[in-house]
Structure formats: C-alpha cells, structure tokens
C-alpha cells in the first residue's frame, strides 16, 4: 500500500551548473538503484505547467532540486507539506509559475498529493556550464542517499543495481571537464 | 511631484525582469525595462556536434521547451540547405501548435487574469446570475449555475482556510478593478477549468514528442518518430485519433469559452484600448511550412512600419534574406562591451557590467533591430500581419472579438486602432489562439492524408561539410518571433547565438537611443498608487514577458518586491 504511485522529479537547469543539481540527482539515483513499479521518476528541468498531469496523479511526491535558503554552499535541506512556499507574489516572469504555484492550484482543485517533500541543495554557482561545482559535487551522493531514504519512509527499499550506469548529463559533464567541448 | 517606480522580482528569484518607472501626476513619463541575467547559455553549445544542439536549447527555457528545440534544428538544416520531409514537417507543426495553445490559455487564465479579476469578489457574485450571464456568451456546457456554485463554495473554503494560494498576491479592492462579482466568479469558474484543459495540449505535445515535459523525437533533418501499423513507439492510426480527440476538446474550451471570456472581460476595461500601445512597429515570421523545402506557410509573416497595415513587407521562405539581413543587436545601453549593432552571425556577448545606469547601460538584455527600427513581436503582431495578408482565420477572429467588445460594451463605435494597445494584447493572443486550432485541425489531417498516399517517410539524413556555413531558423512562437543562429565548421558549432521574443520586447534603449517595446507601451500608463502598481503589471503582462529563459529556483528568503521614491 505504502510503495504505491509515488513520483519523484529532479528540478533545474542543467545548463547552469549547481541549478541543475536536482536533475542530477534523480539521473544518478536511477542509473544506481533499479526503480521498482509505482514509482515514477522524471527529469522536470524548468518546466512547471508540463508536470501538471504527473503530480495530479501520483499520492506521494518527492521533489529533488537547487534551494537557496542562505545557509552555506552544498548544504541539503528538507522541506515537507505545510513548509513549502507559497510563491504566488508580483509576477513578471511566466518560469515564476513554478512547482509551488502548481501545488497551490491543485489544492485549490483538491487534488494535491497526500504527502510533499523537497530534497534540496543550496547552490554555490549559476554560472553557464554543466559541471558542477566541487560543493555541489560533494554533496550529490548524500542527496541522492536523503531521496533513497525519504523512499524508505515511504515504505519502498530501492535495490542498488549490480553495475552502475552512467547518465546522460553526468557523462556530457564529464566529456566538458576533459575539454572536448566548448 | 515625480515618483520612481522600481517593480524587481529579482530581490526574490535569480535573474529575471526589473521595471523601473517614473510617475507625474498619476502618470507614467519615464520607464525602464532591464534584464537582470547574464545570458550566455549559448557558448555552452561552441564545440558541439549541430545535431545536438536542440537538446540544450530545449533547455533554455522550462516554457519553451519545443520552441526552442524545433527552431534549433530548422536552423542547422538551413546552413545545410536541407529538405525536411512531409511528415516531419507536420509532426513538428502539430507540435509547436499544441504548444502555443497551452501557453496562451495559460497565460491567459493563470498568469494575467488576476490583474483584472477581483478573485474575493467573486465570492459575492449570486450563482445563478452568473450562469445566466455565462449562457448568454456561450455554449460551453460547464457554465451552468450547480457548476457556479460549486466553483464558490470551494473557493469559499479556500478563502476561509486564509492561505490564499495562487491568489495571495492580488491587488483585491483595488480601484483599478471593475469587473461585476458575476463577471469574477465566471472567470474563476474557468480559469481552474482551464487548468484540466490546457493539460489535454500536453498530451498532444506528450503523444507526438515521445516524452515529456522535454520531447525527444527532433531531429536535425526531420524527426525520429517512425510510421507503421506495427510496434506500440510507433506513430500509428490509433495514436492519430488519440490526438484528434485531444483537439476536438481543445476546440470546443478556446471557441466557447476563452474567444468570448477576453473581449467580455475587455467590455468592462476599455480605458485599457487607449492604454499600453508600444513602437507600432510589428515583425513576425512565417510559420507551419506545409512543404519540404520551406516556401509554403500556413501562417504569414511579415514587417509593418507605424501600425500602418498597407506598409506591410511579407517574409516568404525561410531563407528570405529579407528577414535574415534585417535584424542587429545593440548593446549600447546593455551591460555588454561595444557599441555597434551587430548581425547575429558575428554577435559578441563579452559582458561589461556598471551599475543601473539611467542614461548609460542598465540591462543584460541587448536592444535587437530590424533595418535600424525597433519592432514588438508577439500575437498582436501576428494578428496585424496575418490580417495585412489577407489570411481568413486572421480577418474573421478579429471582427468576431470586435463584435462581442462592442455588444457588451454597449459601445459600437470602439475603432480597430483600439487593438495598439494592452488589452488589444490579450484580445490578439486569443484570436491567434482560434487560429492556431484551426490550424491544427489543418496540420492533422494533412498529415493522416500524406500517410494515406503511402509516404512514411520522416527523416532526410545530413552531411556536414568542411568548410563554415551559416543558418538561421525561425519560429512564430507563443511569444513572437524567435530565431536561432548558427555558424557550423567542419561539422562543429562555431557560434550560436539566440534572439529570443523577450529580446525584442523587452530590450533596453538601443544605439540610437530609440526605446523599447515595454518601455514605450509604458508611457502614459496611468499608476493610482504607487505601492500597489497594477496599472504597470498590466501592461507589462500584456506582453506575456518570459526573460530569463533559465531559472527557477525556490528561494525561501523573500524579499522586498516593488520599491516606491519619492524623487
């Protein structure tokens, strides 16, 4: 009962360094562990309307992406439920109707998932590449161990995969470190 | 007495938009529009194989995620002078259509209503009125008043639970806000209709695009879907009828419901027709080709000088050379070292950041040009060169939102110059709206029919040659025209550079000091008070600005958003 319809989305820009480390995160967390049946993991980016029909049908939603709380670079924090903003302010920018935004309306619609939980970093650069910076390097293996762990809770244990894959993102960031790009 | 303006979001998100304004008398008299990121995310791609760049571009931005991965292909093909197939050209079409109409009911409904809808005051609105009301603008079967009702009742609770949610931040009571409650709990009524809606042009996008939110099917030289009777990936009968009835239900919600909603809700704003105009100058680009090598469009593109439709000069292919000679960038008064105007091709992007300076450099955006003019893009650009051409969807949405503006409004004298302006705005992105679904409609059975005659084909493969080559691709997005530009070495990028709508809307002052789209439709922008600039939101959102093109962090140290001073 506990494993069924949970959806796990990896949030942020990849092409902006640590903005994309939520994206990272669930790349890495599914090319390491064999993601059983009810759970659901989607690469979201910067999208927020397009996550529409995903988030509406699942129970459980765990949200791995960049956070700035202003505590110190690399740090992991985790936000559940009532604690996730509500960013509905002056809006200028279409991007500002983003995963809270969309929350807000699917309460309104009553049809927001039973449980919400960010798993989130505070980014250290923005700058425009793919690599990460050291900080957020270092911490992605505890940020996808906290997803692992926050699937426990939720009454799933992921199996590691035998041989780790690698991902798409992980593996152009590493072809920009060695130079053959850009 | 003058008072500055600043309305800055960046105080709260990364990058982002930043107005400033100056107000005499109650008027808007000067106005800024600055970007406040560094936007290289383009010499990512220096280096790359082109026929991979659309997988980045298409995160460029998390609206835009097919719009920018479509224009980047068509691009490529263009320096290669590659034919696309039939088939591929109308997946992409049907594609980027979809798209468009998802963005616009968005847009409209769930990021600028709540300028104009008095959200609490819907909660006095007496539900049967309301239907009433409804039923005479419409057939849309769920404006019934046990549908009213409803609707109040669980915005009743939610009001009640004191989180406003998603409409926390609205101007309520503001004196700037006149729509009747009816008129306020129709449209909330359909704006959380509108959310179940716009999610069935996802679907499509989903259906078509292989995957979602980022498709995965583009392909420089046409598109990887493959056609067949056989194996589920593939594109078949039922996966075609599947996105027919997609946008049948897409068909029926914008022709009854959003076409009649903008001029019925305009009825009661028209001091807004008068308001908001920006350069009257009007570029868009030829879009839907319905051929393989890029000469036959369903939907025109063009230039009109001084809102004058006679003046119009058509864009015809994708490789005229009147639009690919016409446009230039400034970076003057932009944080960008330089001061010419330069092509796109031989763009420099070397930052040199000062602080906001009023009369120098204030904003990361650069000012683009077309011939030396500054020009809006956008769907009230489309709307201007699509009924300068003579396209019929074009002439006949327009004088039917005419019409439902003037019966509503009790005014039959409202002159077609009414649409230069911030409601015109909105009015223009619906009937491009209704455009676009009849152009899907078109698209899809141009496809089904193709496929008929036996061709399956959906992809032409490209070969890169030694030596540089050049191309441009263009997109009639949701948002205006957009271009990408390429310079290609011995199958490598050597430059890439994007001019995104934002760009042409919301550039600073360019080399000759003319201003901006936004800044120019800002002008005489009436503002009643200064902490709560409504009237500023407005006009900018008209526009449905979209800046960044990247971020979106949550950020939990919020911070102070609109900032007033005395001067």
Redesign the interface.
């Known amino acids: 009962m506990a494993s069924k319809n949970i959806l796990i989305i990896g949030m942020g820009n990849v092409l902006m360094q640590d903005e994309g480390v939520g994206v990272r995160a669930v790349e890495e967390l599914e090319n390491r562990y064999i993601i059983p049946q009810g759970v659901t993991v989607i690469d979201g980016g910067t999208t927020g309307m397009g996550l529409y029909d995903p988030i509406r049908n699942c129970d459980q939603l765990i949200v791995a992406d960049a956070i700035n709380t202003g505590d110190a670079y690399g740090t992991l924090v985790r936000i559940a439920n009532d604690d996730i903003p509500a960013f509905f302010q002056t809006k200028l920018s279409n991007h500002q109707l983003g995963l809270s935004d969309l929350l807000a309306l699917l309460t309104l619609k009553a049809e927001v998932p039973r449980h919400v939980a960010i798993i989130g970093m505070v980014p250290h650069s923005l700058e425009n590449k793919l690599g990460l910076t050291n900080e957020a390097a270092a911490g992605l293996d505890a940020m996808v161990k906290r997803l692992v762990d926050e699937l426990a809770d939720l009454g799933v244990q992921l199996e590691e995969r035998s041989e780790q894959l690698i991902g798409h993102w992980r593996r152009e960031a590493e072809l920009e470190a060695q130079g053959l790009c850009a | 007495m003058t008072t500055r303006i600043t309305?800055d979001?960046i105080t709260?998100?990364?990058g982002?938009?930043r107005?400033d304004v100056e107000v005499d008398d109650g008027k808007v008299s000067k106005a800024w529009s600055s970007g406040q990121m560094w936007r290289?995310?383009e010499?990512?791609l220096?280096?790359?194989d082109p026929r991979e760049a659309w997988s980045?571009t298409q995160?460029?931005?998390?609206?835009c995620?097919t719009v920018h991965a479509i224009t980047s292909v068509r691009a490529v093909e263009n320096a290669l002078n590659l034919e696309v197939p039939l088939n591929a050209q109308l997946i992409r079409n049907i594609i980027q259509t979809a798209h468009a109409i998802?963005d616009h009911i968005?847009?409209f409904y769930?990021?600028s209503a709540v300028d104009w809808v008095d959200v609490v005051s819907a909660l006095d609105a007496d539900p049967v009125a309301t239907a009433k009301l409804a039923e005479s603008l419409s057939d849309w079967h769920l404006n019934g008043p046990h549908e009213m009702k409803a609707v109040q009742e669980?915005?009743k609770t939610?009001v009640g639970s004191g989180?406003?949610?998603?409409?926390?931040?609205g101007y309520w009571g503001h004196p700037a806000m006149k729509l009747p409650p009816e008129v306020n709990l129709l449209a909330v009524a359909h704006y959380?209709q509108a959310?179940d809606i716009?999610?069935h042009a996802?679907?499509i996008v989903a259906i078509l695009g292989g995957k979602?939110?980022?498709i995965q099917n583009v392909a420089v030289g046409g598109v990887s879907n493959s056609i067949g009777h056989d194996a589920p990936s593939v594109l078949n009968i039922e996966r075609l009828m599947l996105v027919k009835n997609f946008i049948d239900k897409l068909d029926h919600f914008v022709k009854s419901t959003y076409m009649s909603d903008v001029p019925a809700i305009g009825a009661f704003y028209l001091d807004w027709a008068g308001i908001g105009g920006g350069v009257n100058n009007y570029l868009t680009v030829p879009d839907c080709p319905v051929d393989t090598k890029g000469t036959e469009f369903m939907l025109p593109g063009g230039f009109i000088e001084n809102a004058d439709l006679a003046s119009l000069k058509p864009i015809k292919t994708f490789d005229d050379a009147y639009f690919r000679d016409g446009v230039a960038e400034s970076s003057k008064h932009a944080w960008y070292e330089g001061d010419d105007a330069l092509h796109p091709w031989v763009g420099e992007t070397e930052p040199q950041y000062t602080d906001f300076q009023d009369e120098g450099q204030y904003s990361w955006v650069k000012a683009p040009t077309f011939y030396g003019k500054r020009a809006e893009v956008g769907p009230l650009a489309d709307v201007l060169v699509g009924v300068a051409s003579g396209h019929d969807g074009y002439t006949k949405y327009l004088n039917q939102t005419m019409d439902i503006l003037k019966s509503v409004s009790g005014n039959p004298d409202i002159p077609l110059a009414a649409v230069h302006s911030t409601i015109g705005r909105h009015a223009a992105r619906a009937i491009r709206c209704g455009v676009m679904i009849d152009t899907l409609h078109d698209q899809w059975q141009r496809l089904v029919d193709n496929i008929g005659t036996g061709d399956v084909d959906t992809f032409n493969s490209p070969v890169f040659p030694k030596e540089e080559i050049k191309g441009v691709g263009f997109h009639q997005a949701p948002r205006g025209a957009l271009s990408h530009w390429v310079v290609i070495e011995n199958g490598k990028i050597k430059n890439y550079q994007a001019v995104v709508p934002s760009t042409w809307n919301a550039g600073p002052r360019d080399a000759d000091g003319q201003i901006g789209p936004y800044e120019a439709s800002l002008m005489d922008n009436p503002v009643a008070d200064p902490e709560k600039p409504l009237e500023i939101?407005r006009t900018?959102?008209s526009f449905?600005?979209?800046?960044?093109c990247?971020?979106?962090?949550?950020?939990?140290?919020?911070k102070e958003?609109?900032k007033v001073k005395a001067l």
């Open positions: 309305v979001p709260r998100i990364e982002h938009l107005i290289g995310i010499k990512i220096v280096g790359r980045y995160r460029f931005c998390g609206v995620t998802q968005v847009h769930h990021l669980r915005l939610f989180q406003l949610g998603p409409f926390a931040s959380l959310l716009q999610n996802n679907k979602s939110p980022h939101l900018v959102h449905d600005p979209c800046i960044a990247a971020i979106h962090m949550v950020d939990t140290e919020q958003i609109v």
